[in-house]
């Protein structure tokens, strides 16, 4: 792998509403220590030397206004670009991917709304596929006993089994990717959404896992948590302040 080749290229989309939040803005856009959740996520991959670029899928209405907000902050003189996401998670992110040089080889995919994921998370994820796997997902254990349920929303659900908890990760992102290797399993997303199969899934790594690849887990970080619901923005506020008070950011 050439020198241009190594550095990665990160995809972060950002066109979902993320209802539980609460209406209002976009939950990208909505604010953590007065600066946007999607500009404190697109910082943490500037931060990485091993991010050249960083293409943000914005709300396809809204990408003007995201441009705008991105050059309103110093982001390390780092290449971002901004492109109109789709309709879904799968869509926007391959839409980021088509805007990434052809000679990009390895590619970054993170959410928008994880915006104090630690620089080392992303360095590890990057070196790990810099070293030859396919994909790549940085994971913390669970603190949680984990039941599985059978679905029955509103009332009691019968518990199915209580799977071995040493034998489970709750994954994060940054995840990383061989380009050639993330190109090929949303094509063939792309297509068997068009023949109508199987539900999308939740996060790219799935999608490697569900046509053959081999996805490995590298450490994450208590601190790389997704800011879904008021609670989660609460403790973000907490993160945020003391890592102000000791000069981390």
Known sequence: MNATAAVAAA??????RGERLGP????????????????????????????????????????????GLLDSHGLDGKDVRVVAGGATRQESVRLGLAAIPAEVEIV??????????????????????????????PAVPLADTVKRVE??????EPV????DRATLRAVQTPQGFRRATL?????????EEAGGGLPPVTDDAGLVE????????????????????????????AVLARRRATDAY
Not at 110 to 127: N, S, T, W
Not at 129 to 136: F, L, M, Q, S, T
Not at 211 to 237: I, M, N, S, Y
């Open 24 to 67: 209002g803005a976009p939950k990208a856009l909505r604010e953590l220590g007065g600066v946007p959740l999607l500009v404190h996520a697109v910082r943490a991959l500037a931060r990485s030397r091993a991010v050249g670029l960083v293409v943000v899928a914005a709300p396809a209405d809204g990408v003007a206004e995201v441009v």
């Open 183 to 191: 190109a090929e399993v949303h094509a063939k997303a792309l297509t």
């Open 108 to 137: 970054l995919v993170h959410d928008a709304a994880r915006p104090l994921v630690p620089v080392e998370v992303v360095d590890a994820v990057a070196a790990a596929v810099r070293a030859g796997a396919e994909a790549v997902v």
């Open 210 to 237: 569900r046509f053959g690849g081999r996805v490995v887990v590298v450490p994450g970080h208590e601190e790389a948590f997704k800011v879904t619901r008021p609670l989660d923005l609460v403790l973000a506020e």
């Open 160 to 163: 199915l089994d209580t799977p």
């Open 11 to 16: 995809v972060v989309p950002a066109a979902g």
């Open 151 to 156: 679905p029955n929303p509103g009332a009691p």
